[in-house]
């Protein structure tokens, strides 16, 4: 019978022999055509994307595979638009709403590190690489969702690999895990996988839509965090004990948020997608250092929210990991929840 601490070396040795045969380089090379050139430029457009149940912890910090599943909604026209063009020289330029990034800043080492992945056969040619988000910097949502989308369908164009959507789906997500949403409009399943290679582990769009369905933007703080939502995952997924119960949390959400959009049911939508994002902030608050993203004004916004719905307003919240607060209502109540959110910004990703 082996000792805690044996068992314990044996399982780090073991996962350590496991992530030195699966890193992101590893995967490529397995995957990529020899052939891949990087011959033209190329720009497209990705939406970013709201969770209604989120994605929250992973299983493998390497390939960004999760530890839930989770189903989103496109925003439409808010997201990012990337062009890349490769250019001569021995580091990318790397540009992010008409400034250039410092090759050490975070945004760029990211952005390099990610078309690394592509570069395997060709490590000396170097890119610029233009970002523009329209997402209103007032709302304070993350652009990494959008931003590498838009990145990964540009440089599966600028090295002619024609990846079918999947391919591409599994691809963003090894730039950010909820980029892999945001290949595709509507409402989006990323189904978690179970696979070590992270084969299966991409977003499939759904075929229902919703028109009327509303997402309203309210703008609390737009400061960077202090702690972003990769290291904030990995901290409540290492310290939380409550994070134990998110994983069963997430799968019943997940089905019942299918049920909900296969039904058309607001008030089922909307109740889960707030319940789950206050689990998931709990298990945040949970964690140690404790997280807590709130402020005041995110508070005063919900309080607002339970007294309206109490009054008979159909309004519901999500929450992301920041302060900021996202409405979900339906068109037939937009007067009523513009009256009291003025300046709100309403998305309908359906039309009307
Ligand atoms: C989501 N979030 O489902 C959840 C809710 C934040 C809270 O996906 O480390 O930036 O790049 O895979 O994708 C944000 O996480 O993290 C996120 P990485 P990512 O939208």
Avoid at 11 to 38: C, H, I, Y
Avoid at 246 to 275: H, N, T, Y
Wanted: with cysteine; glycine share 6%; proline share 5%.
């Amino acid at each position: 019978m082996l000792s805690y601490k044996e068992h314990k070396a044996l399982k780090d040795r073991f996962e350590t022999q496991l992530r030195v045969a699966m890193n992101k380089t590893d995967f490529m090379t397995g995957w990529l055509p020899k052939s891949a050139t990087p011959g033209a430029s190329a720009e497209h457009f990705a939406p970013s994307n709201i969770a209604l149940c989120k994605y929250w912890g992973k299983r493998d910090t390497e390939l960004n595979l999760p530890v839930n599943g989770s189903l989103s909604v496109s925003l439409d026209h808010l997201g990012s638009r990337t062009r890349v063009e490769p250019i001569d020289g021995e580091t990318d330029s790397v540009w992010l709403n008409g400034t250039q990034q410092r090759p050490d800043s975070r945004f760029a080492k990211r952005v390099s590190a990610f078309i690394d992945l592509f570069r395997i056969y060709h490590p000396e040619q170097a890119f610029r690489v233009t970002t523009e988000n329209n997402i209103p910097t007032a709302a304070g949502l993350a652009s990494s969702a959008s931003g590498f989308a838009a990145l990964t369908k540009a440089m599966n164009d600028a090295f002619k690999l024609e990846l079918s959507d999947t391919e591409l789906s599994v691809m963003a997500r090894m730039g950010s895990g909820s980029a892999c949403r945001s290949l595709f409009d509507g409402f989006v399943e990323w189904q978690m996988g179970v696979r070590e290679d992270g084969m299966d582990s991409y977003a499939l769009p759904l075929e229902q839509c919703w028109p009327g369905l509303c997402v309203g933007l309210i703008h609390v703080d737009e400061n960077e965090k202090s702690v972003d939502s990769r290291a904030g995952m990995q901290r409540t997924k290492e310290t939380a004990h409550l994070y134990q119960s998110w994983p069963m949390q997430a799968a019943a959400d997940l089905s019942k948020l299918q049920q909900a959009i296969a039904e058309r049911d607001f008030a089922l939508l909307g109740s889960v997608a707030e319940q789950n994002a206050l689990s998931m902030h709990a298990t945040m608050i949970a964690s140690w250092p404790p997280l807590l993203y709130w402020q005041p004004d995110s508070v005063a916004a919900m309080q607002k929210i339970w007294k309206l719905r109490a009054e008979g307003l159909a309004l519901y919240f999500t929450m992301d990991a920041g302060p900021n607060l996202k409405l979900l209502f339906e068109d037939a109540s937009r007067g009523a929840v513009e009256a009291q959110f003025p300046g709100l910004e309403v998305v309908q990703p359906f039309g009307i």
